[in-house]
């Protein structure tokens, strides 16, 4: 006898989240996460992490700091999103966070069960962003369990639409 309900044979839509900042390489992974998402009737989040505040004996200084950091964040959000509606008809959801980049980018993908794929643009030219990559590919796993799809930012949009 078959047990299962009507309610779970429900698929649900795949949602990728994309971690970006001002760097070219996270346009184009933020393109191939909606080529993606249009592709499968997805959808999209963005996560942007700003830096925490380092002065914290400045206080005023500091939680100006904070607000301006936040509002940058805000308009690169805003700005990444428009793009990628004119560009390919997804509107992502935008996630602001504060704090340690890596903790959380982890943090939002294990508190959102939906996300199915974690998109970071990568470039050639920067150790850091290496660092990051590779210190993330060590919470697969271990805290991480979904997927991180690495998109190098220097892929054409041919090369893109192949990977869809």
């Not at 999209?44 to 400045?58: E, K």
């Not at 700091?65 to 935008?94: N, V, Y």
């Not at 990559?133 to 220097?154: E, R």
Request: glycine share 6%; proline share 4%; aromatic share 2%.
């Amino acid at each position: 006898m078959n047990t299962s309900s009507a309610a779970d044979k429900i698929i649900k839509s795949p949602k990728y989240l994309v971690c970006v900042d001002t760097k070219p390489e996270c346009r184009v992974a933020l393109k191939l996460a909606c080529m993606k998402a249009r592709e499968r009737r997805g959808m999209v989040d963005m996560l942007h992490v700003v830096a925490p505040a380092d002065f914290q004996t400045l206080g005023a200084v500091a939680d100006r700091m904070r607000e301006e950091r936040r509002q940058e964040g805000e308009i690169l959000l805003k700005e990444l999103a428009d793009e990628a509606s004119a560009e390919h008809g997804i509107t992502p959801s935008m996630i602001l966070r504060e704090g340690i980049t890596g903790d959380e980018i982890v943090a939002a993908a294990m508190e959102d069960h939906d996300v199915i794929m974690l998109v970071m643009g990568i470039s050639l030219q920067s150790s850091s962003r290496g660092k990051l990559m590779a210190w993330m590919a060590s919470q697969l796993g271990h805290k991480l369990l979904i997927p991180i799809l690495m998109v190098p930012g220097n892929l054409t949009d041919q090369q893109l639409a192949s990977l869809v």
